[in-house]
């Protein structure tokens, strides 16, 4: 789940020490090993919108962002721990799903170089 972290030769970073050392501080430890199956005052409303944009949405195409849009949220709160940051709770699903491809793109482009 932290592979995003590592650097360009897949070794852990510190970033990854970091990160390790916020979840074994607060609650988050809890939810990663699976004593909690979901963050629940996030979860539920994390949506690219309301209706058939939501996850419920009779359109696959809609359910499958919305779940992309989920994983990106929970990625770009580990990046922002392992940054010394605090957790974004406020970020919405759209902004998230954005932010993460962003992510990605970087470090794919690293990976290239």
């Known amino acids: ?20 050392r916020r979840w074994a ?18 979860e539920k409303t994390l949506r690219i919108g309301p209706g058939i944009f939501g996850p419920n949405s009779p359109i696959a195409m809609m359910k499958a962002v919305n779940g992309f849009a989920r994983i990106g949220w929970f990625y770009e709160q580990i990046y922002r721990l392992a ?10 699903a759209l902004r998230a799903l954005m932010a993460y491809e962003k ?11």
């Open 1 to 20: 789940m932290t592979e995003g972290l590592a650097d360009a030769r897949n070794r852990a970073t510190e970033r990854h020490i970091t990160l390790y």
């Open 25 to 42: 501080e607060g609650g988050a430890a809890l939810l990663l090993t699976g004593e909690l199956d979901e963050a629940p005052d996030v």
């Open 83 to 92: 940054d010394e940051l605090e957790a974004d709770v406020s970020m919405g």
């Open 103 to 113: 992510t990605e793109k970087t470090k794919a482009r690293e990976l290239l170089r």
